[in-house]
């Protein structure tokens, strides 16, 4: 049984950064994508970025492009989500979701996915 843990999210200034962590047990990620997907309160869920199980494609929500960055590190079963300059508006709960794996990967097929961690709040606050 796939079990996600995601990590790192906190407190934060505008401009700020913070490096999110997805880490899986009970199964490898080798052969699956992963998304990162957020909820902020009264919205709906927004695909933030994804990443190929190869790692070789990734995509991002133009709302986060130039300053969010995503990274796996398969030999750790980790997946990870670098995010600098951040914005008031991009407080949320993070979330990764495990999807199909694939050579290529889109930021919306978390809405695929049954499979995802109990998220990470992120608060970017002056």
């Known amino acids: 049984q796939l079990q996600l843990v995601e990590s790192g999210g906190g407190l934060v200034q505008p401009g700020g950064s913070l490096r999110l962590s997805c880490a899986a047990s009970g199964r490898v990620l080798d052969y699956q994508n992963i998304v990162w997907f957020r909820q902020a309160p009264g919205k709906e869920r927004e695909g933030v970025s994804c990443i190929s199980m190869n790692g070789d494609n990734r995509n991002y929500a133009d709302s986060v492009k130039g300053r969010f960055f995503i990274s796996r590190v398969n030999a750790k079963n980790t997946v990870y989500l670098q995010m600098n300059a951040l914005r008031p508006e991009d407080t949320a709960v993070y979330y990764c979701?495990?999807?199909?794996?694939?050579?290529?990967?889109?930021?919306?097929?978390?809405?695929?996915?049954?499979?995802w961690g109990q998220g990470t709040q992120v608060t970017v606050s002056s």
């Open positions: 979701a495990v999807t199909v794996g694939s050579y290529y990967c889109s930021v919306e097929e978390f809405a695929e996915s049954d499979n």
